[in-house]
């Protein structure tokens, strides 16, 4: 099946597919190898499933539910035909999504990288596409000896080849005798229930200060052999899932605990990105696709579906692995073969969706490039080998750092593995963290570790908490690293390495605990179709936010990676510790961060309470300018925040749901959940001060930090807080008529944006313009009808516009393609095969002139990109020229 081949071109709604209200994954073991010659990931997860109280066999059926309208279900290879496979009833039930999301640090599993001989049987890889078919077969074939009286576990799953399914027999386990003695006595006690069961659902009920134990325990139970009959579990794929039935289990209490599923990726799977880096190096990365993480392995895609993992990835040798995980991870070698091993591991439930992977031949960004990576380098075989073990200074401690904003202690990413062992927990003695100094004691910091003392008393489920561990209260800095190719490593010391830091410590002055114990940036490869993504403990960064270095650039141009930065970061709490429990609410991420965004990186400057009044107005006034064009330009049905209004966070009764406009092409590129949704706070702001808004939004967090949350759960927080709002009419019910539930633009936005538009930094033209002050003049002139060649020439030489930031380039080569300045054509070339994560509409501006030296350059830049294009990208592209 190809990747696009059965999307029913009637809706572009995307099916959460999994039955979460039956049963939930509760941690997943994946144990993975990467194949770039192949360009797939080959290998397993194993689901440790715990049963919903109440959970039921296979829902009524109802061709009007969420699975309906995709077409009938079809087992792969030649399988059954059978369309009547778990279908769900209408929407009726409303989750109450308060369970875990957030996350601590971990330590690393002794034995992580060992394998119990032979007991695996190729479970950790597919040994042809031949087996793979034939398996499929196989599965197909038992499936049609279940019926619809068997329980059916449903995981969102695509893109993916399922070679088997089988259940995992823990009571093989061979170091049972060495487990901790209530855990073995939990499991010999119960006699007449199942002992397997019994035992799953003690691991997974066990508290979080025994973590580490339990980690050890989900691990060797997933190296465990499948059935002492040898028999496979049934399963069938369709378009959006995986089915899994076990033959007479007709409820999720009845169905197996711990499942594996052994499978292997596509080239072409949504989920993740095969392409080449700015070296020209075979990579992958997750790509933030609207599919999630489906067509990286079968999972249960809702939000509320939270969970833990642990993962091992093999990579060839000179490979770096990157993930989201709690601790940094040392690579080991992998026996005799060309393969290292990378093990990550998390401790606070999180959606799946929020589960990230890099693999690539990336090199770590230091303050100091070393001299054999200046030059040519493109031919070097290991990133890690840059500098010995021995040149290494070690982690640093904030106390004890020296001056040098952006100074590392590391000079390399792989190299000796040896390990200091220090009590319970397994360090790296080669640390290639970086805790950079403040050296500006002006830098405003605020100190939150009298919190922990009034009473930071957590509302989420068990996880080990950074918010009530004291120490968290007071470590301006987190842990970080950057990472980039090695062509963009002085670039990237410029700016996301001197910068990072402070943006680090400014949001802890803003919002107070950093979520997450530790941080790495990777400069992507030029086709990520976005300027950053956030994830646990890893930010993907596109290289547009990056100054070119040039001596002309200026700080100035610093100014877009700085925001940049701060607005991924401000995710850590709104948007990851604090996730939407409905994914159709996206501004309650993005609005959020770009909200917080300003505010972070003004703290960062240092800029005054006008300066930072000034800056903020600025940025208003451009966001006002960027919405208002794109609402005028865009389809009413995508402008509206919350497109499922009353029935936000509903779901049919087995869980399953759908995401409204998800798999639209058009809505990727859309920014109305940032700007609107900023525009919203902004409005909020204005009616009970700033300053008491932010310290609102700290005891938002304060309270809801670990949990995914509705609209209304902000918004009646905070009228509770602030009652005169509502004495003043402004209700629940109005914010949601005038903000969230409506196209357009509010009557406030209209009023407001007028003031914005007298502001001294929009009037003010000098000689030394900031970068947004630039890309204001340039917007300004493109409004004008007409402009001469000399007029043009005399900008160009005067601002040098194609050397500043990626924001400023976008409109120099709006006002080039507009006005046909053929001398600065190769300025658009350049920005469309560099940008690709902003160019994608400029495409349409060559087009619509209908100029044939324009269209001839649109057509030349999609040939040289096109390969390493996002695949919605490149669509949208693909219509405006084709």
Not at 343 to 370: K, R
Not at 475 to 492: D, H, S
């Amino acid at each position: 099946m190809e990747p696009h081949e059965d999307l029913n071109p009637d809706t572009d709604d995307l099916p959460l597919r999994a039955n979460t209200n039956h049963i939930l994954v509760r941690h997943y073991v994946l144990d993975l190898t990467v194949h770039p010659e192949r360009r797939v990931i080959s290998g397993s997860v194993v689901l440790f499933l715990e049963p919903c109280c109440g959970g039921r066999g296979n829902a009524e059926e109802d061709d009007s539910g969420p699975g309906a309208g995709n077409g009938a279900s079809t087992a792969e290879a030649g399988g059954s035909q059978d369309g009547s496979v778990c279908r769900f009833r209408d929407v009726d039930t409303t989750e109450d999504g308060t369970k875990a999301l957030g996350k601590r640090r971990m330590e690393k599993i002794p034995g992580a990288e060992e394998r119990q001989g032979g007991e695996l049987q190729a479970v950790s890889g597919i040994e042809s596409k031949t087996a793979a078919q034939a398996e499929n077969i196989h599965s197909s074939h038992l499936w049609e000896t279940t019926s619809d009286d068997d329980f059916t576990l449903v995981l969102d799953c695509c893109d993916l080849d399922v070679s088997k399914v089988e259940e995992v027999d823990v009571t093989s386990v061979s170091a049972m005798d060495s487990f901790p003695s209530e855990v073995a006595s939990e499991r010999s006690g119960v006699s007449s229930a199942n002992p397997q069961a019994a035992f799953i659902q003690k691991l997974v009920s066990w508290p979080s200060n025994r973590w580490r134990q339990k980690h050890q325990l989900f691990l060797l139970c997933s190296q465990t052999p499948g059935a002492q009959d040898g028999s496979s579990l049934p399963f069938q794929r369709d378009q959006w899932s995986l089915q899994v039935r076990k033959k007479g289990a007709a409820s999720p209490q009845e169905f197996p605990r711990a499942v594996r599923i052994c499978y292997e990726t596509r080239p072409t799977g949504r989920s993740v990105r095969w392409t080449k880096d700015q070296d020209d190096r075979v990579c992958v990365y997750t790509a933030g696709s609207p599919i999630n993480n489906r067509a990286l392995f079968p999972c249960q895609e809702p939000p509320v579906a939270m969970s833990t993992w642990q993962a091992t990835v093999r990579a060839p040798s000179e490979c770096l692995v990157l993930m989201s995980g709690e601790e940094q991870a040392v690579p080991a070698e992998d026996g005799d073969t060309r393969f290292s091993t990378w093990s990550y591991y998390v401790t606070m439930p999180m959606p799946a969706s929020t589960f990230t992977l890099a693999v690539g031949h990336w090199c770590q960004v230091t303050a100091e490039i070393p001299p054999a990576l200046e030059g040519e380098v493109r031919n070097r075989t290991d990133c890690g080998k840059t500098a010995k073990p021995g040149d290494v200074s070690g982690e640093r401690t904030e106390a004890g750092l020296v001056s040098g904003l952006g100074s590392s202690s590391s000079k390399v990413v792989k190299g000796s593995p040896h390990q200091t062992s220090s009590g319970d927990r397994t360090t790296c003695s080669d640390s290639t963290f970086s805790y950079a100094p403040l050296e500006d004691q002006a830098l405003s910091v605020t100190d939150y570790s009298g919190m922990v003392d009034d009473g930071v008393s957590c509302s989420h489920g068990d996880y080990p908490c950074r918010f009530a561990e004291r120490s968290a209260w007071s470590q301006r800095l987190i842990p970080y690293r950057v990472f980039g190719p090695v062509g963009l490593l002085q670039q990237a010391q410029m700016g996301v390495l001197q910068l990072l830091p402070r943006c680090l410590a400014a949001a802890h002055a803003v919002l107070g605990v950093h979520p997450f114990p530790r941080l790495d940036i990777l400069i992507v490869p030029a086709g990520f179709s976005s300027l950053g993504m956030a994830s646990p403990h890893i930010i993907f960064l596109s290289q547009s936010v990056l100054s070119d270095g040039s001596p002309g650039s200026g700080e100035s141009c610093l100014s877009l990676c700085g925001s940049r930065l701060c607005h991924e970061i401000a995710h850590s709490w709104f948007g990851l510790v604090i996730g939407a429990r409905d994914w159709t609410e996206e501004w309650i991420s993005e609005g959020f961060a770009t909200y917080l965004e300003d505010i972070i990186w003004a703290q960062a400057q240092q800029l005054s309470l006008h300066e930072t009044a000034e800056q903020s107005d600025l940025k208003a006034l451009l966001r006002w300018r960027r919405l208002s064009d794109e609402l005028q330009n865009s389809q009413e049905e995508l402008q509206i925040l919350r497109p499922n209004m009353e029935n936000t966070g509903q779901v049919s009764e087995s869980g399953s749901s759908t995401v409204k406009h998800a798999l639209n092409p058009d809505k990727t590129f859309m920014q109305v959940h940032y700007l609107k949704g900023y525009f919203l706070l902004r409005f909020l702001a204005s009616e009970v001060g700033d300053e008491q808004f932010m310290d609102f939004f700290r005891l938002f967090v304060k309270k809801y930090h670990g949990q995914l949350i509705l609209s209304q759960d902000f918004l009646q927080m905070l009228l509770i807080t602030f009652p005169d709002m509502e004495r003043k009419g402004l209700t629940l019910s109005a914010i949601y008529a005038e903000w969230l539930d409506r196209p357009g633009i509010p009557k406030w936005l209209y009023e407001r944006s007028s003031v914005w538009s007298q502001a001294r930094l929009v009037e003010e033209v000098k000689a030394e313009l900031t970068s947004e002050q630039l890309v204001m003049l340039l917007e300004l002139l493109l409004e004008e009808s007409e402009l001469s060649v000399a007029t043009i020439r005399t900008l160009q030489r005067t601002y040098n516009p194609h050397k500043q930031d990626a924001e400023v380039r976008h409109r120099w080569c709006e006002l080039v393609v507009k006005h046909g300045y053929t001398q600065a054509y190769g300025d658009v070339e350049h920005f469309l095969v560099h940008d690709q994560a902003m160019g994608v509409y400029l495409y349409g501006e060559l087009m619509v002139h209908e100029d044939p030296e324009q269209q001839a350059l649109a057509g030349r830049c999609l040939s040289l990109v096109q390969e390493e294009m996002d695949q919605s990208a490149r669509r949208v592209v693909e219509e405006m020229i084709l």
